[in-house]
């Protein structure tokens, strides 16, 4: 089972840039799918982007196409989350998603999840 650790989180004005990071363990990391999610107050978790297990596909949700750029480092077992121009709408907490998939495309779903860290865009 892959192991997940979120970090890069925390409080950013409206406009600014933060950098998420998810460190994995556990298994071969290339043969996985990444993605990451996120959960408002009150809302649903939902999807924001994915990357396949070698990096050359992505995917994002609309609402952070142009701003967000998910990208990994699978020498370093690690993937990153690089969100720009972010707005007040961009608050949850950030969970960093693996499936285990040697298709060199993107899951539509995910099985393990991080403990989430928190990211909060100040007007």
Known sequence: QVQLVESGGGPVQAGGSLRLSCAASGRTFSNYAMGWFRQAPGKEREFVAGINRIGTITRYAGSVKGRFTISRDNAKNTVYL?????KPEDTAVYYCAVRFWT?????TDFDSWGQGTQVTVSS
């Open 82 to 86: 690089q969100m720009n121009n972010l």
């Open 103 to 107: 298709a060199n495309t993107i899951p």
